[in-house]
């Protein structure tokens, strides 16, 4: 796992915290983490969410303040595979 690199305006502002407008966000994982997960938790790349994962629980976490949100786009995209 990778973490998520920002090319362009457009990907910055769309993952740009929207409590204190950090671009230190990282996306949130759900489900059983294998050592690659886990690895990338421990480097601050992605934050795990838990086993379990409701269709509203916040998929993106900003590093600087802590906040967590939903993001749109993941949003709709859980709502059309479910």
Do not use: K
């Amino acid at each position: 796992m990778s973490t998520i690199e920002i090319n362009t305006p457009t990907e910055a502002r769309r993952f740009a915290c929207p409590d204190c407008r950090s671009g230190a966000t990282v996306q949130i994982i759900y489900g059983v983490p294998d050592d690659v997960l886990r690895a990338a938790a421990d480097e601050g790349d992605v934050v795990l969410g838990g086993w379990l994962t409701e269709i509203d629980a916040p998929t993106r976490h900003c590093r600087a303040c802590g906040s967590e949100w939903v993001d749109a786009d993941e949003y709709v995209e859980r709502l059309h595979s479910s």
